[in-house]
């Protein structure tokens, strides 16, 4: 045990003096790189690269007890086999009891703008699942639109193809993945739903544990960086759901999913803005409903606008910045068939506060979120007060 403690330590000294600083906490949205950029970007000076993020949070609901939670730690490696051929991953330990592989794939780069990759990857759908680091986001708590509707941390298992057409000013990506998992035996005779109305698809990712698949599902993202400071994207995704065998062939063990989304991110001097729209429209969704007694929408819809002011001035290293972000998002913006709509998936939340980036790669944030739903009760949407520590190198 001492030996391999020992040899893991020579390794990573050895990987660390190998690499070179990169500003984790760039605010303009045309230089931000997310972990598997970093690590794939060539810059260091060793083949194995190492790295990590993390965040510990305190929640403060509204006449509850607190909570403090160190909600994930996460190992990032990679590995350069030669100038074309690279490979990524990180590992992630939630709520310091949960192991997860949240991306492990092979990047084989064709040519300047063309890298073939192959593996658990994450889905390009808005901005948070790729750039989901504590350190390129302001909140302490990830967007409610990147957790209910997208959902965040959304990876799938599949191959495609990605790059950047500078003379263009484009970057794309194209992916063939397994999809979500919908439906299975329930041991008893009946079946089992795993997709519900309030949180819409959440439930359904697979994240690569012995994931089913009997249908391909294809993801797509633009990317236009032409106009300095800006970012503008456009997402795709559409296919079927999977099911396990001894139930697929049941009407309502699938659902069709076509699901749209827009995003931009802007950066000028000491001000910041973003802001997100994400659609979901699911086929099928009243056979199963009726199959699995589930509560699924037959659309899926939510949205963000935010602005942020470094309170500092631009030559400082630190950076303080003051922020307000306004969002909605509905897992039943329809239904079908005799379901009715339950207003209390219809819900805003309002979140305003500061991060403060005292070195890069370290920021500590603080934020009060009022929270409210359109059936006007306070079940799960209790205002709350958040506090948090976030790194990244």
Do not use: C
């Not at 504590?134 to 509707?149: F, H, K, M, S």
């Amino acid at each position: 045990m001492k030996r391999i403690f020992l040899l893991l330590v020579i390794v990573i000294s050895q990987v660390t003096f190998g690499q070179t600083a990169i500003d984790s906490i760039t605010m303009d949205p045309q230089k931000q790189l997310n972990s598997a950029q970093r690590l794939l970007s060539g810059v260091h000076g060793s083949q194995v690269t190492i790295g990590a993020y993390g965040e510990m949070l305190y929640n403060q609901p509204e006449g509850d007890n607190g909570e403090l939670d160190v909600q994930r730690l996460v190992l990032l490696l990679g590995y350069r086999f030669n100038d074309k051929t690279q490979f990524f991953t990180e590992i992630e330990l939630e709520h310091v009891e949960e192991v997860f592989v949240e991306q492990a794939f092979v990047n084989y780069n064709v040519a300047d703008n063309v890298n073939l990759r192959g593996g658990l990857m994450l889905v390009p759908m808005g901005i948070i699942n790729e750039y989901h680091e504590p350190t390129t986001y302001n909140g302490t708590e990830r967007p409610a639109v990147d957790n209910v509707i997208v959902p965040t941390t959304w990876r799938e298992m599949g191959v495609g193809v990605s790059g950047r057409l500078n003379s263009l000013s484009l970057g794309y990506q194209a992916y063939v993945f397994n999809g979500f998992k919908s439906t299975t035996a329930d041991g008893e005779g009946g079946v089992s739903g795993f997709l519900k109305g309030s949180n819409g698809l959440r439930s359904g990712r697979q994240k690569s544990i012995k994931s089913t698949v009997d249908s391909p599902t294809f993801a797509t993202k633009i990317d236009y960086y032409g106009i300095p400071g800006l970012r503008l994207g456009f997402s795709t995704y559409f296919g079927k759901t999977q099911a396990a065998d001894d139930v697929e062939e049941i009407d309502g063990a699938n659902i069709g999913i076509a699901m749209l989304g827009f995003d931009a991110r802007y950066a000028y001097q000491r001000f910041t803005a973003r802001g997100q729209f994400i659609h979901a429209s699911l086929s099928d969704t009243e056979a199963y409903n009726n199959l699995t007694g589930k509560d699924l929408g037959s659309a899926l819809q939510g949205w963000y606008i935010e602005g942020g002011y470094n309170l500092l001035p631009r030559d400082k290293e630190q950076k303080l910045f003051a922020f307000a972000r306004y969002e909605m998002y509905d897992t039943h913006a329809d239904t079908a068939g005799s379901l009715a709509k339950n207003e209390a998936y219809d819900r805003t939340d309002v979140t305003t506060g500061l991060s403060y980036h005292i070195a890069p790669g370290v920021v500590v944030k603080g934020d009060y979120q009022f929270r409210s739903n359109e059936s006007g009760g306070n079940d799960g949407v209790k205002n709350r007060l958040n506090f948090g520590i976030g790194v990244w190198f």
